[in-house]
């Protein structure tokens, strides 16, 4: 698969959910992508090294329901333009006490991270990095711009 996918090298989003992947070693360099997801499979820690190779335009990722078990790992996607991140389900947030320490560290690990697990406005206010009043209400007002642009954007198309 990964010839034919390197094909569409326009490529913008990739769903490659319950696939039973558990490795993005041998996956396709798809340096236009913007969107993957791998949700539910075996991904693990040493994996993210690959999202960074691989997808360096990347916007949102998806590796909720996989084996990322460290907080440090993702240390390595801080030079990616990466701003929605979903990883609930991971061991990571299983073995730590408070979920909003690690969604506070990996903020401050990728600068361009403004949501983590949630896309709601209302619950993007519990996970933003910063905690002050005023910069929760100009960066969820970012988020309600992003969404607006999202759904009046016809250049997205989804291969699902």
């Given at each position: 698969?990964k010839?034919?996918?390197?094909?569409?090298?326009?490529?913008?989003?990739?769903?490659?959910?319950?696939?039973?992947?558990?490795?993005?070693?041998?996956?396709p360099?798809?340096?236009?992508?913007r969107?993957?997801?791998?949700?539910?499979?075996?991904?693990?820690?040493?994996?993210?090294?690959?999202?960074?190779?691989?997808?360096?335009?990347?916007?949102?990722?998806?590796?909720?329901?996989?084996?990322?078990?460290?907080?440090?790992?993702?240390?390595?996607?801080?030079?990616?333009?990466?701003?929605?991140?979903?990883?609930?389900?991971?061991?990571?947030?299983?073995?730590?006490?408070?979920?909003?320490?690690?969604?506070?560290t990996?903020?401050?690990?990728?600068?361009?991270?403004?949501?983590?697990?949630?896309?709601?406005?209302?619950?993007?206010?519990l996970?933003?990095?910063?905690?002050?009043?005023?910069?929760?209400?100009?960066?969820?007002?970012?988020?309600?711009?992003?969404k607006?642009?999202?759904?009046?954007?016809?250049?997205?198309?989804?291969?699902?």
């Open positions: 698969l010839e034919t996918f390197e094909l569409y090298h326009n490529l913008i989003h990739l769903s490659m959910n319950q696939t039973y992947t558990f490795s993005l070693k041998l996956f360099k798809l340096p236009s992508l969107i993957l997801e791998l949700k539910d499979n075996s991904i693990s820690d040493k994996d993210l090294i690959y999202i960074k190779e691989k997808y360096p335009q990347l916007y949102s990722l998806d590796i909720s329901d996989n084996l990322i078990s460290k907080v440090m790992s993702f240390n390595v996607l801080e030079d990616i333009p990466l701003s929605i991140l979903k990883l609930k389900g991971n061991p990571l947030l299983e073995n730590i006490s408070n979920e909003s320490k690690a969604y506070k990996i903020s401050q690990m990728i600068p361009t991270l403004e949501i983590i697990d949630d896309t709601s406005t209302s619950s993007f206010k996970y933003c990095a910063k905690s002050s009043k005023e910069t929760v209400a100009k960066q969820s007002n970012t988020f309600s711009q992003m607006k642009r999202r759904r009046s954007n016809p250049e997205i198309i989804v291969i699902d």
